[in-house]
């Protein structure tokens, strides 16, 4: 696959990819005799993976660390493993804070569609508002 078929398939920039390349973050890309980048099947899956862990929060140089231990072969799985896990911790700690920021939310919104129906503003204090619930 051409880099414009390979930016238009994953919805990223070329200029993506070719930071993606240079940056380590995926292998050198196959190239075509005229040094045309030819995305193959193996080029996809590393793309795929880097993309993945972005979105997941794992920064570039966990990215390219990742790659470089999965390079070395099957002893470095206990460092691969520590350094996944690590990571899902860190977005399980980011979704518990955002659900509480949601839940906080929500009462403000459900307090403030109250207001509009009744014409009174009430905040309810049994409720947990970390002292800022009247605004």
Do not use: H
């Not at 193996?42 to 993945?52: I, K, N, Q, T």
């Not at 911790?89 to 518990?96: A, D, G, Q, R, Y």
């Amino acid at each position: 696959m051409t880099i414009k078929e390979v930016s238009e398939r994953y919805g990223v920039s070329q200029d993506t990819l070719r930071y993606y390349e240079k940056a380590g973050l995926v292998p050198e890309v196959t190239r075509t005799a005229g040094g045309i980048r030819d995305y193959q099947p193996d080029d996809l899956g590393w793309l795929e993976l880097a993309l993945c862990m972005r979105s997941a929060g794992l920064p570039v140089s966990g990215i390219v660390e990742y790659r470089k231990l999965f390079q070395q072969g099957e002893s470095t799985i206990p460092q691969r493993l520590k350094l996944l896990t690590d990571q899902r911790e860190e977005l399980l700690s980011m979704k518990n804070q955002i659900e509480q920021t949601l839940e906080r939310l929500n009462y403000k919104i459900s307090v403030y569609e109250r207001a509009t129906k009744t014409g009174i503003l009430s905040w309810d204090e049994e409720e947990k508002c970390s002292g800022d619930c009247d605004g």
